[in-house]
C-alpha cells in the first residue's frame, strides 16, 4: 500500500447538502454541508453529543435524514441502502469492535477479498486456490503491519491489532471514501504508533474522514478539520486555522490545546 499523490479531479467524491436529522423535538443534525475531494484527508471533532455518530449513520445509510442530500461521486443516495453505498465505494469502521473472534486476520481479509471480487461463494474451496485473492490478502496484512499474527485467532490479537485490522477490512473494498470513526478508541498508548503510521500511508486517491477524540492524531492526520456543536458545523478550515479559533476553544479543544 503505497501513499499516492491525489488525483487531480477536486469535484467532491463525498457531499452532504443541507442535511438534517431530527428525533422527535430534537435535533440531532442540523443542516450539516460537507464535501470531501478526491483524496481528502478531513477530521470530524465535536464534544460528547455534538452528533459525530449521527452523521456517519447517516452517510452509511444506517438511517434516514429528515431533510438534505447526500452524493457519492456525483450520484444521490439519500435513499440508498446501506449496501449499494459500499458497492458505490463507501467504507466505514466502527467505534465498537464488529470482527469475527474466531477467525483469523488472513481469513478475514480473504473474505473481504474474496467479496470484492465476487468470489466469497466459493469460498469453500482451499484459498490457494484463488491466486489473486492471496496475493491481495498478502499485501493487505503486510501494509497492515498484520503478516506476523496472520495466523492467530482476532480474540489473541492485541486490542490496536484489532482496530488495524478493522482498517485493513475496510481498505479491501478498495473504496472511494473511507469513513474512520474513532479508530483509536480504547487503544493503548503503547500500540498506537502502528496505527499512526498505517493512517498515514493510506492511499492518496482515497478521501477519508476521520471522527476521532485523540487530537494528537487528528493534527497529524486531517489537513483540514471540521467541528461540529449540537449537531451543526461551528467551524470548518485547515487544522491551524481551527486550532487557533477562539470558539473551537472555548467548544471544545480549550485554552491551552495546541498554542
Known amino acids: 500500500m ?6 487531480a479531479d477536486t469535484r467532491p467524491v463525498l457531499a452532504m447538502r443541507a442535511l438534517c436529522k431530527n428525533f422527535g423535538g430534537i435535533v440531532a443534525t442540523d443542516n450539516v454541508s460537507i464535501a470531501l475531494e478526491p483524496g481528502a484527508r478531513r477530521a470530524l471533532i465535536g464534544p460528547n453529543g455534538a452528533g459525530k455518530t449521527t452523521l456517519v449513520n447517516l452517510l452509511t445509510g444506517a438511517l434516514a435524514p429528515s431533510s438534505g442530500t447526500i452524493e457519492l461521486d ?14 458505490r465505494g463507501l ?3 466502527f467505534q465498537i469492535n464488529q470482527l469475527f473472534a474466531d477467525f483469523t486476520p488472513e481469513e478475514t481479509l480473504a473474505l473481504a477479498v474474496a467479496r470484492r471480487r465476487g468470489v466469497a461463494g466459493r469460498m469453500l474451496r482451499p484459498l490457494g486456490a484463488f491466486a489473486d485473492v492471496v496475493d491481495d490478502t498478502g499485501g493487505l496484512l503486510r501494509d497492515f503491519h498484520l503478516a506476523d499474527v496472520a495466523t492467530r485467532k482476532v480474540r489473541h490479537l492485541a486490542y490496536g491489532q484489532q482496530r488495524l485490522l478493522e482498517v485493513a477490512i475496510a481498505v479491501a ?8 470513526d474513532e479508530p483509536m478508541a480504547g487503544v493503548p498508548a503503547g500500540e498506537s504508533a502502528d496505527i499512526l503510521d498505517t493512517l498515514g500511508a493510506l492511499p492518496g486517491d482515497v478521501a477519508v474522514l476521520l471522527i476521532e477524540h485523540d487530537m494528537d492524531l487528528v493534527f497529524r492526520f486531517a ?3 471540521t467541528v461540529l456543536v449540537d449537531g451543526a458545523v461551528l467551524v470548518e478550515g485547515t487544522r491551524d486555522a481551527v486550532a487557533r ?3 473551537v476553544k472555548a467548544a471544545y479543544l480549550g485554552e491551552a490545546a495546541h498554542g
Open 2 to 7: 503505497n501513499a499516492l499523490s491525489p488525483a
Open 245 to 247: 479559533d477562539p470558539a
Open 223 to 225: 489537513t483540514r478539520i
Open 91 to 93: 467504507a466505514r469502521t
Open 74 to 87: 456525483g450520484i444521490d443516495v439519500t435513499r440508498m441502502p446501506a449496501f449499494r453505498r459500499v458497492r
Open 173 to 180: 473494498a478498495q473504496p472511494r471514501v473511507l469513513l474512520l
